[in-house]
């Protein structure tokens, strides 16, 4: 007994000490659907394996860093980051964009440094573990909800839509039932696929309430009675095992079961925050799509300003992320003279939120990235006109240049018209095309190739390596 006692006092205090010699940076990647995080987290992770492409990141070319490789994560129950599927599927013969994020994930990424200069002979080599975790931004959305009760939360969404024409199916269903009937689960079933139908035409329209948040990214609680349930008018009686008690249970479930412990597993434990924007998708696409973006954005980023939820408050207790890195993603759509632009309008479009939210402190910066870059840049000539365009491969192997547009130098050009409604851009316009990434041959040493993927990794994990 007593053997197992010290055995066990032995581990605990390797364990202890192994934590204060091995710091953990949680970093969080976040972003809307497509924003890129997939793509993201998988190019990073192979540069940071193989930095001859790093130039950036000062503990790479400095020499700092020893050995980087891929670890068993420390949290059992979550899925890991399928990153050697997702870098096959990048780098492959014919290579190809991988799955989407669809919930969240893990990965572990250790890092064994040495400290150079006069340190190096007293202190030995240290380790750092980087946790990655991967999370899709709808869910932070989820976060107004925990204020509501079924009740509010019903009455608010059935008034707001009511004049949606997304919405008229599913409204004519919620106004057909009675609440106070025994609820009957294949007509309930019907009521919450008609509202995810709708959610989803709704997010396809450009609107930006589309909580909640896992009935579009259902993860693996798709078909649960959490998911199940829908808003519907109240009636003026309501039984037990009534249709309206039922919904209730199951929206409070949806809280306790679904969005706390989201809340309370993984976002309370971030340090480092990247948050992917596809403004270049965005404005591809109107006026519309800008302004919806810019009012998600300011939606999503609200879980990160002190005072926003009480309950989130008091799980925090003070505690904060350190630094947020926003990224306009899949800037390999432009030329790199333009890339200041669109960070410039990606900070404009941000702005708002992020003088709101202030961080509490948390330091930010903003870049455009392009995780994995798929295009070379190329002069071409249009009308007479020489243009500063790029060219990549499409998906049937055809090579062509594409020029994505002007973008304005003053982002209040594309974000006025888009605040007041207008239904196109005047004077302009932009182009995108899907590019597939690049056949390239890999020279050892080096990840695949990206634009300021090497920034990016300095500003989140520079100062600890
Ligand atoms: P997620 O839903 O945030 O995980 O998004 P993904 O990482 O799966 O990216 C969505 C899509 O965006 C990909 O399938 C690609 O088509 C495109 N994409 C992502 N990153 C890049 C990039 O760096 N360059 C280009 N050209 N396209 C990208």
Known sequence: MAGWITT?????????????????????????????????????VANLLERGRMPQLS????????AVYLQP??????????????????????????????AVSELRLSFRTRPLGWLAGMAGPRVLHVDIVDYPGEWLLDLSLLDQSFEDWSEGVLHRIAKRPEAAAFLALARAEDGALKLDEPRTQALAEAFTLYLMAAR???????????????????????LTFAPIPKPAGTPRGCLWTEMERRFEGYKAKVVRPFFRNHFAKIDRQI?????????HQGPRAVEDLRRTMAEVLGAFRPGRNGWLDLLLGGRRVEKILFAATKADHLHHTQHPKLTAIMEAMLRDARTRADFAGAETAAMAIAALRCTVEEEITRDGQVLEAVRGRLSDGRQVAMYAGELPSDPARLLAPAREGAERWLNADYDLMQFAPARTGR??????????LDRAAEFLIGDQL
């Open 8 to 44: 066990e006092v032995d581990g605990l205090m390797s364990a202890l000490t192994g934590m204060v010699r091995e710091p953990v940076i949680r970093l969080g990647v976040t972003g809307l659907s497509r924003a890129g995080k997939t793509v993201f987290i998988t190019n990073l």
């Open 59 to 66: 503990a790479a070319t400095g020499g700092r860093i020893e």
């Open 73 to 102: 994560q420390p949290d059992l129950t979550l899925p890991r980051f399928a990153y050697e599927d997702h870098l096959a599927a990048m780098t492959g013969d014919d290579p190809r964009w991988p799955q989407s994020t669809r």
């Open 204 to 226: 396809e329209a450009g609107w930006s309430d589309c909580t909640p948040g896992r009935f579009l990214l259902p993860g693996d609680l798709a078909g649960s009675p959490v």
């Open 275 to 283: 948050v992917l924007v596809d403004v270049l998708g965005a404005i």
């Open 443 to 452: 020279r050892h040493g080096e990840g695949p190739p990206h634009i300021r």
